[in-house]
């Protein structure tokens, strides 16, 4: 189990760059490198007495003397930013919010789609793992309205201030 004297002894942290480096040499790593490898979604692993750790979650123990039991959001979505302001546990639930829009989404607002059956679009919101449905409109920035107004309702401030939805209705020249 990795203590918090421990991470300190092998590692230090810049919470302004997210960047550990190492402390003293050991396991072929000098002191004064960079530490951790990139995996192939782009985050950070340290390996430290044979074991592999997120950066991310270490960022948080080296900060806040411990490991979080939920998981840890990167706020920017960009997974190897690990500067401790862009850091926060997250649910799960927290977590789905705040990931990317999926590649097949043609409206550029999450949430909203084009219905082709009626020829509108369609606005949802999932909450709890199940869709819950906000209606078909004649534009999309009634529907954009109207997925932002159920982020809103919903508590959703655990969102990025900036959801797809709301630069949407900025762009059109809305307001929220």
Not at 29 to 52: Q, V
Not at 128 to 136: C, F, K, T
């Amino acid at each position: 189990m990795l203590t918090k004297e421990r991470l300190r002894e092998v590692l230090d942290y810049n919470p302004d760059t997210g960047v550990f480096t190492r402390v003293k040499s050991e396991y072929g790593k000098r002191a004064g490198d960079e530490a951790g490898t990139s995996d192939k979604d782009g985050y950070i692993r340290i390996m430290i007495d044979r074991r592999h750790y997120m950066a991310h979650r270490l960022a948080v123990f080296f900060t806040d003397g411990y490991l979080p039991e939920d998981t840890v959001d990167h706020i920017d979505r960009v997974p190897w930013h690990n500067w401790r302001l862009n850091l926060r546990e997250a649910t799960q639930q927290c977590q789905m919010r705040n990931c990317k829009m999926q590649k097949n989404n043609t409206s550029g607002v999450k949430g909203v789609a084009w219905d082709n059956w009626n020829a509108k679009w369609k606005a949802h919101v999932t909450v709890g793992g199940s869709a819950r449905h906000l209606g078909r409109f004649n534009s999309l920035i009634e529907a954009a309205y109207a997925r932002y107004a159920a982020e809103q309702c919903l508590g959703f401030e655990d969102l990025d201030e900036n959801t797809s939805a709301k630069r949407y209705i900025r762009a059109q020249g809305g307001i929220v």
